[in-house]
Nanobody, 123 residues
Framework: VQLQASGGGLVQAGASLRLSCAAS????????MGWFRQAPGKEREFVAA????????NYADSVKGRFTISRDNAKNAVYLQMNSLKPEDTAVYYC?????????????????WGQGTQVTVSS
């Protein structure tokens, strides 16, 4: 399984970004997909996850109401729409895939990881 995240960049506070993660080498629809992030000097943290069919999602409290995770199984892709960005959202964002049935939030439950894409939000 290969995951390729893209869409990061440098934006001002209040702006929006859409991250994409393209999957290959797998039957994409059989994986729960998640987004995590890691800021400098901090541990990696859960951001959002989505079920295999897209009908169930889970978000970190810090991004609820601002971020939306979605997926397109026909395109083998998962997305993270980020609105009303804040400086504290600055981090490297990673997409990940898990065989778990549930929409899990622990990074230890994820089996495959992408390389990350940098998001920087200036104040």
């Amino acid at each position: 399984v290969q995951l390729q995240a893209s869409g990061g960049g440098l934006v001002q506070a209040g702006a929006s970004l859409r991250l994409s993660c393209a999957a290959s080498g797998c039957t994409f629809s059989t994986y729960v997909m998640g987004w995590f992030r890691q800021a400098p000097g901090k541990e990696r943290e859960f951001v959002a996850a989505i079920s295999r069919g897209g009908g169930s999602t889970n978000y970190a409290d810090s991004v609820k109401g601002r971020f939306t995770i979605s997926r397109d199984n026909a395109k083998n892709a998962v997305y993270l729409q980020m609105n009303s960005l804040k400086p504290e959202d600055t981090a490297v964002y990673y997409c990940a895939a898990t065989w778990a049935v549930a929409v899990v939030v622990s990074d230890s439950r994820y089996d495959y990881w992408g390389q990350g894409t940098q998001v920087t939000v200036s104040s």
